[in-house]
């Protein structure tokens, strides 16, 4: 186990912004997890993935700890399914890649997101109608408090929207070391319908479309409208799209005829983020190295000389202004530090 004292994590956030750990430590397995937690008992700790959904605003005190499992394994098979487990440290489109190529269906509408195996759980990640609690099995963590590990089974994990038990009543109880995904072996009933995926498919002449082909086309999507993290800093969606209820979005509707919604059950609506940002000016927003995407208002950018505290200011600002104008309060999905 190696600690390294002042370690940048510039390289490390996919904001590309300049922060300085106090010490910094990487761990291969558990039992590297283990050993930190009982022979170190570090106060405070700060766990690091793939640095892609967060927003550094300062230096990290205390210890870093880069969760850096890796490698994939076969729990079990049956004629229908496949039970995969993945390493925390692994990337997450990589883990989709190995999916594909072994004709396992299931996640590959979550194509291309940033970061990685450990931090899906934790965001219940999703996209083009997907996300993780739809395919998770289970997962292993290290308690911080005692060095032991415990299953979270999936009734355990309190899914939600981009939320789960471990952003609320056991935030930082856990480190999140392997996730368990029950992936469909030979998949025909593939999720096709949301988004420009059907669109997209149209397009290229594919009627009967493989696992291969939805995520082609969720890539070919995704890279049309999100900037490359390697080109311009950024952590994809800055905020979740906010549910307001059936007779909110109605009165917002009389005077705001275009507002696009979409039900979530008889009482609520779920109404696009990036819509509300836009109507109030932000979309192609630059200043001071920072701004708003000029093809996706929900993506907040450092062009490269930004800092952290300048774009949580903005995200500030945008979150008033739409508080302002339509009386919805917009939730970061990013985390800020």
Request: hydrophobic share 40%; with cysteine.
């Amino acid at each position: 186990m190696q600690i390294q004292k002042n370690f940048p994590l510039q390289g490390f956030n996919t904001f590309g912004l300049p922060s300085v750990a106090q010490e910094f430590v990487r761990c291969n397995s558990i039992e590297d997890v283990q050993d930190v937690i009982k022979q170190l008992h570090p106060d405070p700790l700060f766990i690091l993935g793939g640095g892609s959904n967060i927003l550094l605003t300062r230096d990290i005190e205390g210890l870093v700890l880069k969760m850096d499992i890796s490698g994939k394994e076969v729990l079990h098979e049956s004629d229908e399914d496949v039970i995969v487990r993945a390493g925390a440290g692994e990337n997450w489109h990589e883990f989709v890649m190995y999916a594909i190529d072994n004709n396992l269906g299931g996640i590959e509408n979550l194509s291309l997101i940033p970061g990685t195996v450990g931090a899906a759980p934790m965001q219940n990640i999703g996209a083009y109608g997907v996300e993780i609690e739809q395919v998770f099995d289970h997962l292993r963590a290290v308690d911080l408090t005692t060095g032991e590990i415990r299953t979270f089974f999936k009734e355990e994990c309190d899914f939600g929207y981009r939320e789960s038990i471990f952003k609320k009543e056991a935030k930082g109880k856990y480190i999140i070391c392997d996730v368990a995904f029950r992936l469909r072996k030979f998949p025909h009933t593939l999720n096709i319908s949301y988004g420009a995926i059907g669109d997209t498919l149209h397009q290229k002449g594919i009627t009967n479309p493989t696992i291969r082909d939805v995520s082609n086309a969720v890539i070919e999507i995704r890279k049309s409208k999100l900037p490359d993290p390697a080109e311009i800093g950024n952590s994809g969606s800055f905020f979740k799209n906010p549910t307001i209820s059936a007779e909110m979005f109605n009165r917002l509707k009389e005077e705001f005829n275009e507002l696009p919604g979409y039900k979530t059950d008889d009482h609520q609506v779920k109404v696009p983020a990036a819509w509300l940002i836009e109507k109030c000016g932000w979309k192609g927003l630059v200043r001071d190295g920072i701004g708003v995407h000029k093809n996706q208002a929900l993506v907040l950018v450092n062009y490269g000389s930004g800092k952290g505290a300048d774009i949580e200011k903005l995200a500030f600002e945008i979150q008033a202004s739409v508080r302002e104008r339509f009386g919805i309060e917009l939730q970061p999905e990013v985390n800020i530090i």
